[in-house]
């Protein structure tokens, strides 16, 4: 009797480590799911949109999270105005548009939450001027890396800490938010109308675009300055990683709407790529083995970050926009945000813009632009303020041992 007992536990155990591990399997699962045509693109107020809503409100009744949403579920509606047209602003003309954000909790009796969030939202079929394609009126945008490998971390993190054994001393608040590409709508409307109280928020932690890992292990980590004990913690677990840290609260992505309310914040990215707001950007280019491993240093993270009391937030640079470069140009590359310069590396250059027209390359390092010297991106943005539309001028390269000269017009 006892042997057969022995072997039910042993079987037990075996299957529910199973259950709270992070799976390859599970990863590639989520972000087909997501990146699907059938979801058309995931647009804000669309219906492939609502599909996706739909699709992360089923996982995590899957994974078992308590719904934290409107009407006991997991969606929390909010409405939004959307420009009548993609490259106007928001006007008289302007339609009133629903979405949701998705909201699961594990509720461990504590008194303060760790959120742990992401966009759910992509590019539709580009007509919102988002879009980086040359003509993408009608193709579906499915935004795999952007952000369907962000929602699947979520996923990834929401069934590890909800299958855990061991009691942690935060509560956990899993989101996924819509409107990111339109301008962070739904995060802004979740910190204005949150569905718990932000102050009792030990810290925000967001994955936008954590699907292509190159071979160097470059992460971006964006937020480190929001709390010495952020900081602390992204250099004390151990990994592999080749950081580039930026203390900065404000970027890009949701975070920047927690920061807004006084949250320290983290923020994860493996960087902008050739497929980045284009139709390429599918669910068989993603480095599923990559993510994992991203995934399973977050949560390293938040169990060395779950052991001390409520970090404290401190504000960062650049905590409005007031200081930064506002240019009216830009060349048309992608940066390289993992390279460590001297110069701005194009980690991507689109057709039909002036970079293109130079005969710029993937791999290109700016140097100079006209008579300003590059450094890094904040002197890139700099130089571009020096120029209007029309101006021409020279983008000086290094490709190779080689330092090119090209005439570039804006």
Do not use: W
């Amino acid at each position: 009797m006892k042997n057969t007992l022995s072997i039910v536990l042993i079987c037990f155990t075996f299957s529910y480590a199973k259950s709270q591990e992070v799976t390859v399997a599970q990863i590639k699962k989520d972000v087909y799911a997501l990146a699907d045509d059938k979801m058309q693109g995931r647009s804000t107020g669309e219906k492939g949109c609502a599909m996706a809503a739909n699709y992360i409100s089923m996982r995590f009744k899957q994974i078992g999270l308590l719904p934290k949403g409107d009407n006991n579920s997991y969606l929390k509606a909010y409405e939004f105005k959307a420009p009548a047209n993609p490259h106007g602003g928001v006007d008289s003309t302007s339609k009133t548009k629903h979405s949701n954000n998705v909201v699961g909790y594990i509720d461990n009796k504590a008194e303060n939450t760790i959120v742990i969030g992401a966009h759910y939202d992509h590019l539709g079929l580009g007509y919102d001027g988002n879009s980086l394609d040359a003509n993408p009126q009608g193709k579906i945008h499915n935004g795999a890396d952007d952000n369907a490998s962000g929602v699947a971390g979520v996923l990834a993190m929401a069934n590890y800490y909800q299958k855990n054994t061991v009691t942690e001393k935060y509560n956990y608040l899993f989101i996924c938010f819509s409107g990111e590409e339109l301008g962070l709508f739904g995060s802004k409307k979740f910190c204005d109308n949150p569905s718990i109280d932000l102050t009792k928020v030990d810290f925000m932690m967001n994955m936008d675009m954590i699907g292509r890992l190159d071979s160097i292990n470059h992460l971006l980590v964006y937020g480190v300055g929001t709390s010495p004990e952020l900081y602390k913690a992204v250099n004390t677990v151990k990994s592999d990683f080749k950081f580039k840290l930026d203390s900065s609260g404000i970027g890009p992505s949701d975070h920047t709407s927690f920061y807004l309310k006084d949250v320290p914040v983290l923020h994860f990215f493996t960087g902008q790529h050739s497929d980045y707001h284009k139709p390429s950007d599918d669910a068989d280019k993603v480095n599923y083995d990559g993510e994992k491993k991203i995934i399973d240093y977050l949560i390293a993270v938040v169990n060395d970050l779950d052991k001390l009391p409520k970090v404290k937030f401190t504000t960062t640079r650049n905590a409005s926009n007031e200081n930064s470069p506002k240019f009216k140009v830009t060349l048309g590359i992608m940066p390289d945000y993992a390279f460590d310069g001297p110069g701005v590396r194009a980690d991507g250059v689109t057709d039909g813009r002036p970079a293109s027209k130079a005969g710029m390359q993937k791999g290109d390092v700016i140097v100079q632009l006209g008579e300003y010297e590059v450094k890094d991106m904040q002197s890139y943005m700099v130089a571009l303020t020096k120029f209007k539309k029309g101006d021409s001028s020279t983008v000086e390269v290094l490709r190779g041992k080689d330092r090119l000269k090209l005439p570039v017009t804006f």
